[in-house]
């Protein structure tokens, strides 16, 4: 069911109503998890725009996150911008950058797409890394923070508005003409083409509008945090996105929200064992995708259509 632009700002405006409470009685720490799964539904869900609606398997969404918050840091650093102005220009860079990006990568698919998009991911952490009189490499970039405090409940609310404010423009464009452009792109590329549709056109869109969700997500997640490193570009970072999507339900909207909160608490009930988590999301995915290729919103679309042709039953009986 499609919710229109009231109905959808109600939900939202509920949903904000509901959870901001939720670091009175949480604590610290908890409070900590919540923002951080909140900066992970952004990254999730503006993947699934990419791969999920537009079948565009990139591999650098971890990259403009970053772009984001190093560009911002580096302004702030250098050149005393203002947080906000600097976060803004982060997320415009990474727009750009994500906009000539899908125009190199127009006539890939598939594993030449990943391994192209993968290979300027690697570039830009190596870049990172090397230019340790600019960004300080390996031994972290400080980031002032935006609060002026670590502490994160006031950060909780800041993320939970922006991570709101992003999914109502995610369900704008996914529910829109341009959703549909997207989804035919995904299913046939060639006979979208034939139908009219301008695919140049709407996957350099898609490329630059994810780009800017990340690079946005970035650039506050980087003035929360209080410091940066090429550790943050490294392929586990993709690869934990790529499992939130799957497991949540690539290609439904939920899905990449649900798997997002689920794989980032999951792993710090696993935080324990180091990188062997990771093993332990494959093996997770494997399996979900073996029972329900759906992902959770599969499983529970699934349990409600059950659940309503049980009650439509007892109701004729």
Not at 40 to 54: E, K, P, Q, R
Not at 62 to 89: E, N
Not at 243 to 254: A, P
Request: charged residues 10%.
């Amino acid at each position: 069911m499609r919710l229109g632009k009231v109905q959808l700002l109600l939900l939202l405006l509920g949903v904000y109503l509901l959870l901001s409470p939720l670091p009175l009685w949480a604590g610290e720490y908890y409070t900590h998890i919540f923002v951080v799964s909140l900066y992970y539904v952004i990254l999730a869900a503006s993947w699934n725009l990419l791969a999920g609606y537009t079948g565009q398997f990139s591999l650098a969404h971890h990259a403009f996150a970053a772009m984001g918050g190093y560009t911002s840091a580096l302004l702030a650093r250098y050149f005393q911008v203002p947080l906000l102005a600097g976060i803004a220009t982060g997320g415009i860079l990474a727009m750009a950058v994500g906009y000539f990006l899908g125009t190199l990568c127009l006539r890939m698919r598939a594993i030449y797409l990943a391994l192209a998009t993968w290979a300027f991911a690697e570039t830009f952490r190596i870049l990172i890394a090397m230019e340790y009189q600019i960004t300080r490499g390996d031994l972290g970039l400080s980031t002032p923070l935006l609060f002026g405090t670590p502490h994160a409940t006031p950060y909780f609310y800041l993320f939970l508005f922006l991570t709101l404010f992003s999914l109502y423009l995610m369900y704008q464009i996914v529910t829109s003409r341009i959703g549909y452009y997207m989804r035919a792109i995904r299913d046939d590329e060639e006979a979208a083409v034939v139908m009219g549709v301008d695919t140049v056109k709407w996957k350099r869109f898609v490329f630059a509008v994810s780009s800017l969700f990340a690079g946005i997500a970035g650039g506050f997640y980087a003035h929360y945090i209080g410091l940066l490193s090429p550790v943050s570009i490294r392929f586990n970072e993709m690869a934990l996105i790529i499992i939130m999507v799957i497991i949540g339900g690539l290609r439904s909207f939920l899905g990449p929200i649900i798997g997002a909160v689920f794989i980032e608490i999951l792993s710090e009930l696993l935080r324990q064992y180091g990188e062997i988590r990771m093993v332990l999301f494959a093996l997770l995915v494997i399996l979900i995708m073996r029972v329900y290729r759906e992902g959770i919103m599969g499983m529970l679309t699934q349990l409600y259509s059950r659940i309503r042709l049980k009650t439509g039953q007892s109701k004729a009986l």
